[in-house]
């Protein structure tokens, strides 16, 4: 029943966030399933406490903020720049957490071009067993239809995943679900 725009006026902090948390309750299930796996809610004390909840609203009705608008490559691309960054930090290589996207790509490709000329118009389920945030299994959607699309056929799919880690499963889940899937 509130949008952000209703919540900047709140007189104190205890209504902040009692109707900041009505407003969140007010979001379909897929997101209140990537809202749970980021744990978000224990945040909303945290920033009622430190008098920031209102802060943060303001931030985002700020219509001087220009959040750009990246494609799923794009994505992640800075992404896997963060993960790499943060990895060597910690003495850690790439591969251990994340896959580069350029193997992302040689791998789809070795995947779909040997069998590209028997790829039929139809629809196709596309699984990947350790999803983590999506990357591959959307690379391996796009080298699959970009096949299809050249040999006249007309592809539909079905993206399934599995990722232990919640955090990385609801970062998977905010993206597939923000590009349509």
Known sequence: KFSLKDLRNRGNQQQLRSDFEDWL?????NVQDI????????QVP???????????????LDPNLKLASLDNHAMGTVFEELVR??????????GQHWTPRDVVKLMAN????????????????LYDAAIGTGGMLTVAEQTLRELAE???????????????????YAICKADLLLSGE
């Open 25 to 29: 309750n007010g979001f379909s299930k």
């Open 35 to 42: 809202l749970e796996n980021f744990e978000f809610r224990n």
């Open 46 to 60: 945290r920033l009622s406490k430190a008098d920031a909840l209102g802060a943060l609203i303001e931030k985002f």
């Open 85 to 94: 960054k943060f990895n060597e930090d910690n003495n850690e290589e790439a």
């Open 110 to 125: 070795l995947i779909f071009r040997p069998i590209a000329d028997q790829i039929t118009s139809g629809t196709y389920l």
């Open 150 to 168: 050249a040999s006249g056929k007309q592809v539909a799919t079905h993206l399934y995943g599995q990722e232990i880690n919640p955090e990385t």
